[in-house]
Nanobody, 130 residues
Framework: QVQLVESGGGSVQVGGSLRLSCAASGLPFTILSMGWWRQAPGKAREFVAAIGWDGADTYYADSVKGHFTITRDKGKNQQYLQMNSLKPEDTAVYYC???????????????????????WGQGTQVTVSS
């Protein structure tokens, strides 16, 4: 049974920081990329960041480049999203995700395609207030 469990969400003021964590089980996550998506009320789910199986490759949405950092700990099957300089527009439910192990390799061109991401956590709320 595949499980992705997020933690670390909460409420912060503008300019604050949060660190999201995701614990994964049930798949060979050591050979899978992992990622974060978010969904604000009334909006479509959007790609935030992704990291390759060995941590060497990282991908970010333009809106978070420079103030979010994705990392992973392969030994613990966990990934993290460090979010700094938070803005009200970062308010959303954040989802941990993983692609199918049988799908194409992630690249800059396809990483933001929702269809490639098969597994999802339950989400954790991040609220940034001014």
């Amino acid at each position: 049974q595949v499980q992705l469990v997020e933690s670390g969400g909460g409420s912060v003021q503008v300019g604050g920081s949060l660190r999201l964590s995701c614990a994964a089980s049930g798949l060979p996550f050591t050979i899978l990329s992992m990622g974060w998506w978010r969904q604000a009320p009334g909006k479509a789910r959007e790609f935030v960041a992704a990291i390759g199986w060995d941590g060497a490759d990282t991908y970010y949405a333009d809106s978070v480049k420079g103030h979010f950092t994705i990392t992973r700990d392969k030994g613990k099957n966990q990934q993290y999203l460090q979010m700094n300089s938070l803005k009200p527009e970062d308010t959303a439910v954040y989802y941990c995700s993983a692609p199918s192990q049988y799908g194409p390799a992630l690249t800059d061109r396809n990483v933001g395609s929702l269809a490639l991401w098969d597994y999802w956590g339950q989400g954790t709320q991040v609220t940034v207030s001014s």
